[in-house]
């Protein structure tokens, strides 16, 4: 009988599904088909679905959780029952771990967040039933999570459960959000509010109350657990165990005592280490520089109490300590270049402004001496013993130019730089004195040449950098206003080409200032098809591009820190999708005719023409490129097209007009190499011709390096691991070998695996007992820093491997059990200071947020920005909110927290100083913020502050206003997102005819058909 066979069938037609890689819009079709053939209810289909890729003994299948999304999309299944059914399986019951099946919780994240999405995009709940269905499984899943973790959890050493595996964490927090995006559907609150007690609705309070129980203690995501907290309280969903906290009087006295216990904790006296600053200027230089001279201001000015000279001398010894200690862990150059300038460009012109504000004089020349003084190596020996002669010469003329750039600032007397060096200068004061940035900006306009010029000397030590980058980014803003493309062109080019520079950009200016006029020029292109000559357009709009795409790999940035906010912005679509090729049934008319259009011009005609541009505007062509590449390299698998006719089309793309699409490109190709089962050959052979061509221009060289830069890591790692699954082809490492000198441009404060590896071994605590032990050295250094000048060995590294490894939490736990012993020590408020400072340290992660903070964004325009993980303050928070209980087993303990809450508020409040204006401050960096048309932009006052001190000639009124339009310009919106770095699962498989013909595996047809749907037959 057709029912009795149904089982059997599906399971074959399953597992060879899985095994040839079926697209999942012809497996959807398929499986429609089989339904009419062979019925089977949802249930046993899900069952014999995930018994098909668990016989496999494959730890991650992506295409498993895109069939369960597909069928549940096609009707076929229902996605509630797909969650219940998915927790039968999961490993999660798999409590022996002598049994344990290969871990399911990958695809159980997959499959849960793409319920979510739907709950999100509004595509279900239909119905109050189909709500209660899906809260009945979500409570299902929160209870086996947290029996899971409760179980397998060791207290004592805090490991196991879900401190033990990133994964399940990922899990935890997708089910608390896929809870609260149900619960503002219509349908979800429909439910809530509903009183029916049969059938799916009875019992869903209670249950949903005891999931809320068990889950709330454990969220870490503040946000998550006040959004599902005010969800519990406001339809009184609580466990029979527990009843609402407001209405429990024992509640109301732990209130009260928490407040008695925090005051009777005595803050001790207020140390600021040697050690804190120096962590925290550390932590400003590790990756991306996160300089935001806002933050840096309220910082400091709260640390120092307005006590501005001990300020000044302070930040330039933590800055050479910065620096010596580059030289003596033997930094890479870029690193120490980052060190250098910081140094010599950007604290001369910090303190500039801040004489310039300051209602009191500063005397900057008696804080350089005093601040010299601490770090003199003939005082000192032992500070210059520990360098080589090569690191001695760095820290000697690092000192000589910083005192250059005092002087040209007017800091200091230019007859008082031999004294203060003790030795004959080997410079001369620049002629002329510094620059100031109007200028600069005029000569610009006269002589757009001067732009390339100027940044080539961004990189320069004459402390100039600042001026420079002001007037390079007013330009660039008034060149996007304009829509002056061609002049903006060759500074995209040239800023590009100087990854240094950049990162000298970052030291004065934000992401969002410099790339949102960029992107939005981008966005609001404008293309003309009668508009003359085409090719330039597309030179111009490549270029700035490619600036973009390299700011944002260089310092893996995302939608906020691009200054996009609009959700229909072209480049967050190139930016998501790009690199996904399109099946011919997704593309418009007008992209199959432009697709057709480009493949002739490659392959077929002679060349490209004016026609074939005139008809595809820019952003459609980079839409394109994945999916050119995806045909035509289909045609070429399938003997339709000669790779050598290939090779030469694509050289095409090496012109200087092309050569940006090729990021989309390699990213395209990599994807398509690392996921592809079938022979790669034809695939490596491509990917080596354009990364390593035989001939190209020296114009296209540049491009062609840059984009090298922004592809090569991803490439790299795909290929590693392609190679490691095909461990005898020859043609992977010459790829390898030609990426090699591209494959350091990334700038994310990460460390390498060889350092992780030696910080576990050196302590019994692995990473978090070598996390204690910097901060161990760090104390002793603090109380001995007058004695041992050398600074000691530290990287932020370390600790930013601890929180993205191991979380917050745990990080959080370790530096307050050292403060807890240094305190029994007698060291305690200098272990105090320094951990305070790791926790105000800024973070890629939080740093929009943190900026939220001194310039708050008008929510009336643009979201509050948010954190993509828990931070060492948010887990301060939590540790907070328990420290009654805390106090009753562990008093020093509880004391210990609540002096760190109090510290780190005062660090991060807005600053209350009667010596200085901190709003002058940042008008005289150049840093105010005015609005012009729809755009923000930074720097484009008129009229440059007098650095010399002789004040701003501002009123009041008109700072304020500028701070105003600032929180604007800092607004952090929208989801972070990849260079489509992605999966990339859509593509394309195994065409069949017939149910009949998957079932039959002599039959089953393996391949890449998807080129015929664009009739290759006719263009070759």
């Avoid at 109050?128 to 029996?147: D, K, M, P, R």
Wanted: charge should be negative.
């Amino acid at each position: 009988m057709p029912g009795m066979a149904s089982p059997a069938k599906w399971r074959t037609f399953l597992k060879r599904c899985l095994a040839h890689r079926v697209d999942v819009d012809e497996f959807k079709s398929l499986s429609k088909l089989m339904l009419k053939r062979y019925p089977i209810n949802e249930e046993e289909l899900l069952d014999l679905l995930v018994d098909s890729h668990a016989a496999s003994a494959i730890s991650w299948d992506p295409l498993l959780p895109v069939y369960i999304d597909g069928l549940c999309k096609a009707d076929q299944i229902r996605p509630a029952t797909a969650l219940s059914s998915l927790l039968k399986h999961s490993s999660l019951h798999e409590k022996d771990e002598t049994k344990k099946k290969v871990s399911t919780l990958m695809t159980d994240i997959k499959v849960i967040q793409d319920v979510m999405l739907s709950i999100s995009n509004g595509s279900i709940p239909i119905s109050v039933t189909e709500g209660a269905e899906l809260y009945s499984a979500t409570a299902e899943w929160i209870g086996a999570l947290v029996a899971w973790h409760n179980t397998s959890i060791d207290v004592s050493h805090h490991t196991g459960g879900l401190m033990g595996s990133p994964d399940a964490v990922t899990l935890f927090e997708s089910l608390g959000v896929l809870l609260a995006a149900l619960s503002v559907t219509a349908k979800g609150l429909e439910t809530l509010s509903s009183d029916y007690k049969n059938g799916v609705f009875k019992g869903l309070k209670t249950k949903l109350g005891q999931a809320l129980s068990d889950y709330l203690p454990l969220c870490m995501d503040i946000s998550l657990r006040h959004r599902l907290d005010a969800i519990q309280k406001d339809f009184n969903l609580y466990s029979e165990q527990t009843s609402k906290p407001l209405d429990h009087p024992a509640m109301e006295g732990m209130n009260v005592n928490t407040l008695q216990f925090e005051a009777s904790v005595m803050d001790g006296p207020v140390i600021n280490s040697r050690a804190g600053l120096y962590v925290y200027l550390n932590s400003m230089l590790v990756g991306r520089p996160l300089v935001d001279d806002s933050i840096l201001i309220n910082y400091l000015t709260n640390r120092y109490e307005g006590h501005q000279e001990i300020l000044i001398e302070e930040i330039i010894t933590a800055a050479f300590d910065v620096l010596a200690n580059g030289v003596y862990r033997n930094e890479s150059s870029r690193t120490m270049f980052l060190f250098r300038t910081f140094l010599v460009n950007k604290l001369p012109s910090f303190f500039a402004a801040m004489i310039a504000a300051s209602i009191v004089p500063i005397n900057v020349e008696l804080c350089v001496t005093q601040a010299l003084s601490r770090l003199d190596p003939n005082a000192f020996p032992s500070f210059s013993q520990m360098f080589s002669t090569q690191g001695s010469s760095i820290l000697s003329d690092a000192r000589q130019e910083f005192l250059f750039a005092c002087a040209s600032q007017r800091l200091i007397a230019e007859s008082s730089i031999e004294r203060l060096l003790g030795e004959n200068p080997m410079q001369t004061l620049p002629v002329g004195g510094p620059y100031q940035k109007d200028d600069l900006v005029s000569q610009i306009n006269t002589n757009p040449e001067r732009a390339d010029q100027l940044i080539g000397e961004i990189e320069s030590m004459e402390g100039n950098a600042g001026a420079i980058v002001g007037a390079i980014t007013e330009v660039m803003f008034n060149l996007c206003n304009q829509k002056e493309t061609m002049t903006l062109k060759n500074i995209c080019n040239s800023l590009s080409r100087r990854p240094q520079a950049m990162d000298v950009v970052l030291l004065f200016r934000t992401t969002t200032q410099i790339l949102q006029p960029l992107c939005s020029l981008l966005d609001s292109w404008r293309w003309d098809e009668d508009q003359g000559e085409n090719q330039p357009v597309y030179e111009e709009f490549g270029s700035i591009l490619l600036l973009v795409l390299a700011f944002k790999y260089r310092y893996d940035l995302n939608s906020a820190d691009l200054g996009i906010s609009s959700k229909d912005s072209f480049l967050l679509k190139l930016l998501d999708k790009g690199s996904c090729g399109q099946k011919f049934s997704e593309l418009s008319e007008k992209q199959n005719k432009d697709l057709g259009g480009w493949i002739v011009a490659l392959f077929v005609a002679e060349g490209i023409n004016e026609e074939t541009m005139s008809a595809c505007s820019p952003q459609e062509f980079y839409m394109l490129v994945a999916t050119l590449f995806d045909q035509s390299l289909g045609a070429c698998e399938s003997g339709k097209l000669d790779f050598e006719t290939l090779k030469g089309g694509f050289e095409y793309l090496l012109e200087p007009f092309l050569l940006p699409s090729l990021v989309v490109a390699l990213t395209w190709l990599g994807n398509h190499i690392w996921e592809s089962e079938m022979e790669p050959t034809i695939p490596l052979r491509t990917l080596y011709s354009l990364v390593k061509p035989n001939s190209i221009s020296g114009e296209a060289q540049a491009i062609h390096q840059t984009v090298l830069h922004i592809t090569g890591r991803p490439l790299e790692e795909q290929l590693k691991d392609v190679r490691t699954r095909n461990q005898t082809r020859s043609d992977i490492k010459p790829i390898l070998d030609a990426l090699e000198p591209y494959l350091s441009f990334r700038r994310v404060g990460s460390c390498h695996r060889s350092e992780i590896e030696s910080w576990a071994a050196q302590t019994a605590g692995g990473l978090l007992g070598s996390i204690r032990s910097t901060l161990q050295s760090l104390v002793l250094w603090s109380t001995s820093s007058e004695i041992s000048m050398a600074p000691q060995s530290y990287t932020h590294r370390q600790l930013l491997a601890g929180i993205r490894i191991l979380g917050s939490s745990r990080v959080l736990s370790t530096l307050i059990d050292e403060v807890k012993q240094q305190a029994q020590a007698g060291s305690g408020d200098y272990a105090l200071d320094i951990a305070i400072t790791m926790l105000c340290s800024p973070m890629a992660e939080s740093f929009a947020v943190e900026q939220n903070i001194c310039r708050p964004v008008d929510t009336t325009k643009d979201p509050l920005p948010r954190c993509s993980i828990l931070t060492l303050r948010d887990a301060l928070a939590l540790q907070h909110d328990n420290v009654l209980k805390t106090s009753e087993k562990d008093p020093l303990r509880a004391q210990i927290i609540v002096r760190l809450w109090r510290r780190v508020g005062v660090l991060t409040a807005p600053p209350q100083v009667s010596n200085i204006d901190v709003s002058n401050i940042i008008h005289n960096m150049h840093l105010g913020v005015e609005a012009q048309d729809h755009m923000d932009r930074m720097d484009l006052e008129p009229n440059a502050a007098n650095v010399g001190g002789t004040g701003v000639g501002e009123d009041d009124d008109h700072i304020n206003q500028m701070l105003d339009n600032a929180a604007a310009a800092a607004a952090a919106t929208g989801m972070d997102t990849g260079l489509g770095q992605d999966m990339g699962l859509d593509t394309s498989t195994a065409g069949m005819d017939a149910i009949d013909d998957v079932l039959n595996a002599a039959e089953m047809a393996v391949g890449n058909p998807e080129f015929l749907d664009l009739d290759m037959e006719g263009m070759f």
